[in-house]
């Protein structure tokens, strides 16, 4: 990052600062993908845990992709696991027991890329989605998401939450076109992530 800087250093104006907004996203990314909601305005995220909003996604348009369009959803989840948690100053471990049917946060789910002069690619490429700090869910262009790509990723180094983000997707399909259009779309790489699902997955396709 430090050479970036040093060219950008020497240009001036909007090149430099951009050059350098690159290197410190680059920079930030590591092994992850760095998308912004595509939005010219806010949009607020129904607080259900029955409720996809598509959203659409940009990367920063000096990327190689800085011109493709991607289409994704944002998915609550909930924690089903226990947590470890240190308790005070003893240093102590004590486990934060699972809650259920309560929304924990919101997974983006990436699954179409379109480029200029090239056909739509389903990908799959998931991530936690900021919702700002507002009393209810709002989701506006600066709230960036840190991606990973699923295909990509070990088994074990996925998100806990993907199993049940996939799942929701499929039964939530048949009366929210938004989850419907991402599981026809995604479908092989859904049923890769989660082959359990496989079933249901061609079967709200067909």
């Given amino acids: 990052m430090v050479s970036v800087v040093a060219g950008a250093a020497l240009l001036s104006g909007c090149v430099a600062a951009d050059l350098v907004n690159l290197a410190v996203h680059t920079t930030e990314e590591g092994f992850s993908v760095k998308y912004f909601p595509k939005l010219e305005r806010g949009v607020a995220i ?9 959203m659409p996604y940009k990367r920063h348009f000096l990327r190689e992709e800085g011109k493709c369009q991607f289409d994704g959803v944002v998915v609550p989840w909930e924690r089903t696991w226990p947590v470890p948690v240190q308790s005070g100053d003893s240093g102590s471990q004590n486990m934060l027991p699972p809650e259920p049917g309560k929304i924990a946060g919101y997974a983006s789910v990436i699954y179409q890329r379109t480029c200029p002069n090239a056909a739509p690619e389903s990908i799959l490429h998931v991530g936690i989605q900021g919702t700002g700090v507002f009393a209810k869910p709002f989701i506006i262009s600066a709230n960036s998401m840190a991606a990973q790509d699923v295909m990509d990723t070990p088994v074990g180094n996925r998100p806990q939450w993907l199993s049940q983000v ?35 997955i061609k079967a709200m396709v067909q």
């Fill in 166 to 200: 996939i799942k929701r997707l499929v039964d939530l399909a048949p009366t929210h076109s938004a989850a419907k259009q991402a599981v026809v779309i995604a479908q092989d790489k859904l049923v890769e992530a989660s082959p359990d699902m496989a079933s249901a």
């Fill in 46 to 54: 129904e607080p259900s845990l029955k409720a996809v909003t598509a």
